[in-house]
């Protein structure tokens, strides 16, 4: 059995708005194996997306604590957790989040960029060929289809190769026809590079074709079961 | 429109808001300042004109009066209409007895009945009458400390020996002292023969005043003795006689106002930007809003509730503003401000101030207001909402719009000609900053840049909602004023104080003579050079009359005066000639009119060309001659210059006095003075030396208070930048949370927010140096005359200074984005 890349103990998160404390999270604890395609299911409001925020670092819990490749993350700063988002993890989210003032190209480098990757732009240049976005790479985010931006996207959440990625609704804002080409470089990006792969998704299609499955339902997990609905 | 949703909508949009209310505000307070000062300076002046004036109608001139006006005079004080009382002005030498001390001094000396209006003051507080009488002299104490003298002792001016018998405290003729070269010194005019200062040919102000039995019959008695009045005489009342306080604080406060209006426009620049920033943030509840069913009207309403809200709110903080400022402007010029002045604040500064305000607010507001007609319901599907607001106003509109600023720069200028050129000036200035940060930006945007910061803050600059090129607009040409300010004064300071060349002149001697040339060059040495004067006016060119009164409104030189012709066949060492051949004309036909070199700053002056012909009067001998030659001067020293030089023989046999320019070393200055104005009384020394330190005193204090305002205008360059980093708050704080996401650090979030802030300011500071050294050297060329130095250590000092101050202020308003956290970001974006 492949040890685990990502573990999340206990993760509680809890904000107040108002007056009003809200608890999204109830002591969730997961643990992802390298390799691994785990999707996180559950309705809308279920706190799918929170909880890939605190396993990816972008968020803290209130309680708990996550452990990313062995290291502890929970208590990192912005700064400490910067290298990790850079080189280990990507994401990929739903609304896609492109820099509107990058072209298409510079969006995939930038990672690289970051990194000081010298051959950022060549790489960046192989991924966009690979998705078929190669004479688009000089078009900004807003000159884009949002299948095009999601494959834009994809691009940069892998170019330095990271060996968790983090994937948010990849599909939700995507018409049939795109959702089903972004599942298949997901997938193809999982299969061919052994990219461990945490997805958040209501989409039961998407959902039967993961290596394990964990649904979460106000906040606590219900379900966790390999390969199964 | 409910007061509570304007309340809520502007606390919704409160960074916005604050923006824009205090764009008002500094839009308000230097004009408001400015205009109260005016309003006070002039209340004092005209209430008090008859005192500062010395009389109900004053009968001025540069010599003895002729005849038929004396003779007239005595009618109207015969038939008792008036009292009259008789004032002789000039500037000489006062000494000590025994010593080699000696002042330059401003002398009056008074008949009996004097003053007949206002008040002299003196430190014993005995009425001033009863004090001077013959043989006495009343000082000022400024002559007591620079001679070390005291009441008691005796005084020596020209060949006469007076004693001191108190010191004046206040007058009411010279309320303010800084207008005047040298310390008072009032004598009886029965003392005036032993002194031997005024003679044919001093440079004495003879002076009238009368008091009226009824003082509304002013206009009359004036135009009664007007019209006996003979060459160079002139007749004015207490309310048309100029005054040098009323044109020192007339331009003044007219190159004020042409700062607060140029912060008028910068700050209304911002206005609209905050408030179309704050409308950009509003498109989704319009949106809505039409969606449900309101009307235009409905919509409309409540943002001009809005607008005139806020609006009435900076108006408001302005006034109280400008009457802080013109507190502080009140301390400034102490010293200057005639000593009525009071500070106060009337009913007309507050609805002045309202009128202006209001009427800068709706101008300004108008474009962004008018956008609103144009949000669709459909905008609420829209994810982005920067759209909607773009160039609604037709240009019709919009040239009605600048046509009332420009009526309301002109009413605020109080003259047309130079209101428009104004308007015309500042517009071009924006219209010139725009283009250049429009070509700039642009190749920014194209260059292929290697830094990833760098890069990333270049194409930040033209993210949605980025107010960039109003900023650098409203920056550099503020910036491009304030650099302006500084080159000019820095320039003018070296060219007239600081590089004063050490061969040149240092002491000037007034009134020689002709008689006394020969003894005079034995007293000083064969070096000093002496320039003959004759004193004449100028009637007419090409058989056009001067129109005197025309001239008298000119803010500089005017035809008006007296001028000083001379005569020689040369050029100075400081000349160069520019159009003709030769100074005169080369050979001339025999029997034709004489020749006349102008000088270059009189041409401008007269709009005249070679060829014309000019018509002098020389005391009363006409003189016609033809313009020959023009000259320019090549270095700008207090050096003598005259505006006509004729031929030797046109004016030798005039009636002439010469005028001595010589370089002693300054500690001997006053021995000099001394020995010459021994041996002969009515000439008059001036050391320029001593005038230079006066008058850069003068520039110092000057240049502060105009630098001061200038720096208003720099402030609503800051809003605006301000303003625009809220405007994007929403798409800088996605940046951040992106490049955190990818792998950024805090370093390199506040590298990229730096940069981008640096870029601006060294464009806005680039721009504004260019535009200021380019448009200062014309003016120092063109219009100053003076030789121009671009100061560059100063310059790139002060963009340094500028670009931390922007760059600095940028990052703090940016912390916020940057402490943020990207989860925190992505739930609260989600939600």
């Known amino acids: ?229 | 429109m409910k007061l509570h949703h304007l309340f809520r909508d502007i606390i919704h949009n409160r960074g916005q808001a604050v923006i824009f209310t205090l764009c008002v505000a500094l839009s308000m307070v230097s004009l408001v300042a400015v205009n109260s000062l005016r309003r006070d300076v002039r209340g004092v002046i005209a209430e008090d004109a008859a005192a500062l004036q010395g009389g109900d109608v004053i009968v001025r001139s540069g010599g003895e009066f002729t005849p038929a006006l004396r003779d007239e005079l005595a009618r109207v004080v015969g038939e008792g209409m008036a009292t009259a009382t008789t004032a002789w002005e000039f500037h000489s030498v006062a000494r000590r007895e025994g010593g080699e001390a000696v002042l330059f001094s401003n002398i009056k000396a008074v008949s009996g009945g004097y003053p007949l209006y206002g008040t002299v003051e003196l430190r014993s507080g005995r009425p001033f009458a009863e004090v001077l009488r013959p043989g006495a002299v009343v000082v000022g104490q400024a002559l007591l400390d620079r001679l070390g003298l005291a009441v008691g002792d005796h005084l020596l001016l020209g060949e006469g020996r007076l004693q001191i018998v108190d010191v004046v405290v206040r007058e009411s003729q010279r309320p303010v002292e800084f207008f005047t070269f040298g310390p008072r010194v009032f004598m009886s005019e029965g003392d005036l023969a032993i002194t031997g200062l005024v003679g044919k040919g001093s440079r004495t102000s003879y002076r009238w005043l009368l008091r009226l039995a009824d003082p509304g019959a002013a206009e009359t008695v004036a135009a009664r003795l007007q019209a006996r009045a003979g060459e160079g005489e002139r007749v004015a009342t207490a309310a048309t006689s100029g005054s040098r306080i009323k044109r020192f604080f007339d331009n003044l406060l007219f190159f004020l106002s042409l700062i607060a209006v140029f912060t008028l426009l910068l700050a209304g620049i911002g206005m609209q930007s905050s408030l179309a920033a704050l409308l950009r943030r509003q498109v989704k509840t319009i949106a809505i809003l039409r969606a449900l069913g309101a009307g235009n009207r409905h919509i409309l309403g409540h943002y001009l509730g809005l607008v005139l809200l806020l609006g009435l709110c900076g108006v408001i903080l302005g006034i109280g503003g400008g009457l802080m400022l013109k507190g502080a402007v009140f301390q400034l010029l102490a010293g200057l401000l005639p000593e009525k002045l009071t500070l106060e604040a009337s009913l007309a500064d507050l609805f002045q101030g309202l009128g202006l305000g209001l009427t800068a607010v709706l101008f300004f507001t108008f474009l962004p207001l008018a956008g609103i007609a144009r949000i669709k319901p459909a905008a609420i599907f829209r994810k982005e909402t920067a759209g909607g607001l773009r160039r609604a106003m037709p240009r019709l509109a919009l040239l009605l719009g600048l046509l009332l600023l420009s009526a309301v720069v002109v009413l605020q200028l109080d003259d047309l000609i130079t209101g428009l050129w104004f308007m015309a000036a500042v517009l071009l200035l924006v219209a010139v900053m725009g283009g250049l940060a429009h070509l700039v930006l642009a190749g920014l945007a194209r260059l292929d840049i290697s830094s990833l910061a760098l890069r990333q803050a270049v194409r930040s600059l033209s993210r949605p909602g980025n107010a960039s090129r109003t900023v650098v607009v409203t920056l550099a040409s503020a910036l491009a004023v304030l650099f302006s300010i500084y080159l000019v004064e820095k320039n003018l300071r070296a060219a007239y104080i600081e590089s004063y060349p050490a061969d040149a002149p240092n002491l000037f001697f007034l009134d020689i003579q002709k008689d006394q040339r020969a003894d005079f060059i034995d007293l000083v040495g064969s070096d000093a050079e002496l320039f003959p004067v004759v004193r004449a006016r100028l009637l007419a060119i090409n058989d056009r009359e001067i129109d005197r009164r025309r001239e008298v409104e000119r803010r500089g030189d005017s035809l008006s005066r007296e001028f000083n012709l001379t005569y020689r066949d040369s050029l100075l060492a400081d000349e160069k000639l520019v159009a003709g051949k030769g100074l005169f004309g080369g050979n001339r036909a025999p029997g034709g009119l004489p020749p006349v070199s102008l000088l270059d700053s009189v041409v401008e002056i007269g709009d005249m060309e070679i060829g014309d012909t000019l018509h002098f009067s020389i005391q009363g001998v006409s003189l016609k001659a033809e313009a020959t030659s023009i000259r320019s001067r090549t270095r700008s020293l207090l050096y003598p210059f005259f505006y006509f030089v004729f031929p030797e023989e046109t004016l030798k046999a005039a009636p002439q006095t010469f005028f001595a320019a010589l370089k002693v070393p300054q500690g001997e200055a006053s021995l000099l003075e001394n020995r010459v104005v021994s041996r002969f009384p009515n000439v008059s020394p001036i050391n320029v030396g001593e005038s230079a330190v006066e008058l850069g005193k003068l520039m110092a204090k000057l240049s502060l208070l105009v630098a001061f305002f200038a720096s208003l205008s720099i402030l609503a360059g800051g809003l605006i930048l301000v303003g625009s980093i809220l405007a994007t708050r929403l798409a800088r704080l996605e940046e951040a949370v992106h490049y955190k996401i990818l792998g950024g650090d805090t370093a390199f979030v506040l590298k990229v927010f730096g940069l981008e802030n640096l870029v601006l300011a060294l464009l806005s500071g680039g721009a504004a140096l260019l535009v200021a050294e380019l448009g200062s050297w014309a003016l120092c060329h063109l219009v100053l005359d003076i030789s121009f130095r671009p100061y560059p250590l100063a310059s790139l000092v002060a963009v340094g200074a500028i670009t931390t101050v922007v760059v600095a202020l940028g990052l703090l308003a940016s912390v916020s984005v940057i402490v943020k956290k990207p989860g925190a970001y992505l739930r609260e974006h989600s939600s």
């Open chain 1, 1 to 229: 059995m492949a040890s685990p890349i990502l573990v999340g103990e206990r993760l509680c998160k809890s904000y107040v708005r108002g007056d009003r404390k809200i608890q999204v999270l109830y002591e969730v604890s997961l643990a992802v194996d390298q390799g691994e395609f785990l999707v996180i299911a559950g309705s809308s409001g279920s706190g799918k997306t929170t909880l890939l925020s605190i396993l990816s670092g972008l968020d803290l819990p209130s309680s708990g604590r996550v452990i990313l490749g062995g290291r502890d993350i929970t208590g990192l700063s912005e700064d400490q957790l910067a290298p990790l988002r850079n080189r280990q993890t990507g994401f990929v989210f739903q609304a896609f989040h492109l820099i509107p003032s990058l072209n298409a190209l510079e969006n995939v480098m930038f990672p690289a960029e970051l990194g000081k990757d010298p051959e950022a732009r060549a790489k960046a240049m192989t991924l966009l060929e690979r998705v078929g976005l190669s004479a688009r790479a000089g078009n900004f985010p807003e000159q884009l289809s949002g299948g095009e931006q999601q494959r834009v996207a994809i691009c940069r959440a892998v170019i330095n190769r990271p060996a968790l990625l983090f994937a948010d609704e990849p599909t939700g804002n995507l018409d049939s026809r795109n959702s089903e080409g972004i599942v298949e470089l997901l997938l193809d990006l999982h299969r061919n590079q052994g990219t461990t792969l945490v997805m958040a998704t209501h989409s039961p299609a998407l959902a039967a074709r993961a290596d394990r499955l964990v649904r979460l339902h106000d906040g606590a997990v219900v379900t966790s079961a390999d390969r199964s609905l």
